[in-house]
């Protein structure tokens, strides 16, 4: 079991922040999303093109991967394409010269729940096209259970014309569960042969609206997703994605980390 956590969860933190704790608390990786005020990962200075060879070097010597780049490219919005292609090329590159395998990409907005509607006709040729200048550089862009593409059925059929070795999914546990009322195994029979990241968090429905909570005090059965998996033979990573940057009443990090780690390594 490889378990990391996405830099979400720890706004206020350094890189070396970061991986020092990921080290001191076991993490086998760092899922990047931003550092301090660098949102995208291609502007983060430890990711400059001069820099990447000690950055590499230094999460050797931790024993730490980054098992994927998660940006915030929407392949769904034609008035912004020429920028997203700009955005996929950058973060294609990246993965590359780090040598990250994944890098996660969206079909919709970039809010949990389901809103609006989506040409998936045009999600489906950009992805045709972004996977072929990530095939060519080794690494794989991940479609995420988030928004319309909860849906697990909808997002295999997705997937399946997409028909594309770097373009498969990540996924999210709690979106499906919560926003479309699925249990894993729906999710795990409809995307299992496509699933190479995943994103764990907890929630709970307080007053008709989610509120995430620390793992093990919702409802989200995400332990049951893991052992699910598990026996199914998953190889790839489990990464919390705990949402802070985007609300900061939300428990500190180092906290949530800790009691992650204990849960993951005990199931």
Not at 61 to 76: F, Q, T, V, Y
Request: glycine letters at 8%; a negative charge; proline letters at 6%.
């Amino acid at each position: 079991m490889k378990i990391s956590f996405s830099t979400l969860g720890c706004p206020r933190w350094s890189w070396q922040d970061i991986t020092a704790t990921a080290r001191d608390l076991g993490y086998d990786g760092v899922e990047v999303r931003g550092v301090g005020q660098d949102i995208s990962a291609p502007s983060i200075p430890q990711f400059a093109p001069d820099a990447i060879p000690s950055t590499r070097a230094q999460l050797e010597r931790m024993r730490l991967e980054i098992p994927c780049l998660a940006s915030e490219c929407m392949l769904h919005q034609r008035e912004t394409a020429a920028r997203t292609a700009k955005e996929v090329a950058a973060y294609i590159g990246l993965a590359k010269s780090l040598g990250a395998p994944y890098i996660r990409v969206m079909g919709a907005a970039a809010v949990p729940q389901p809103m609006g509607t989506v040409d998936a006709g045009f999600v489906r040729e950009q992805a045709r096209i972004f996977g072929e200048e990530a095939r060519a550089a080794g690494v794989t862009l991940l479609l995420e259970t988030h928004g319309v593409w909860s849906d697990s059925e909808k997002l295999a059929r997705l997937l399946e014309e997409i028909d594309s070795p770097a373009v498969q999914a990540l996924w999210d546990a709690h979106h499906p569960y919560r926003y479309n009322g699925e249990s894993p195994r729906v999710t795990w029979d409809n995307l299992g042969k496509y699933i190479h990241h995943v994103h764990l968090k907890d929630s709970r429905m307080e007053g008709g609206a989610v509120r995430y909570a620390l793992p093990g005090y919702g409802d989200v059965p995400f332990e049951e997703a893991v052992g699910l998996m598990e026996s199914s033979g998953y190889k790839d990573f489990y990464s919390l994605e705990w949402v802070k940057r985007w609300d900061l009443t939300l428990e500190e990090p180092g906290i949530v980390f800790a009691r992650f780690i204990n849960i993951m390594r005990s199931i």
